[in-house]
Nanobody, 119 residues
Framework: QVQLVESGGGLVQAGGSLRLSCAASTRTFNNYYVGWFRQAPGKERAFVAHISSRGGSTNYADSVKGRFTISRDNAKNTAYLQMNSLKPEDTAVYYC????????????WGQGTQVTVSS
């Protein structure tokens, strides 16, 4: 069982930045891929970014490419989402998730952190 705890959300003006953190309870964090997702009011949860277990591979939703950066520090059992040039449409609850190497489904989810971008 892996517990994930997000932090770093808040209220920011358009054009600003935030860095989200996702702390994992496992000592084998490097055995998991990590993804960030978001859910805006009235919308389905959507993929934001993904990073491989060692951090060598990343991918992003088109809507955040060039503005968001996903990273991880396996020594700290923590993943990050650096969000720059934020837009009001980035407002959502952001969730991190983890899945074991070789699996396609994310098994573990955090409780989410609210990001609100004002215009």
């Amino acid at each position: 069982q892996v517990q994930l705890v997000e932090s770093g959300g808040g209220l920011v003006q358009a054009g600003g930045s935030l860095r989200l953190s996702c702390a994992a309870s496992t000592r084998t964090f490097n055995n998991y891929y990590v993804g960030w997702f978001r859910q805006a009011p009235g919308k389905e949860r959507a993929f934001v970014a993904h990073i491989s277990s060692r951090g060598g591979s990343t991918n992003y939703a088109d809507s955040v490419k060039g503005r968001f950066t996903i990273s991880r520090d396996n020594a700290k059992n923590t993943a990050y989402l650096q969000m720059n040039s934020l837009k009001p449409e980035d407002t959502a609850v952001y969730y991190c998730a983890a899945r074991s190497i070789g699996k396609t489904k994310y098994d573990y989810w955090g409780q989410g952190t609210q990001v609100t971008v004002s215009s």
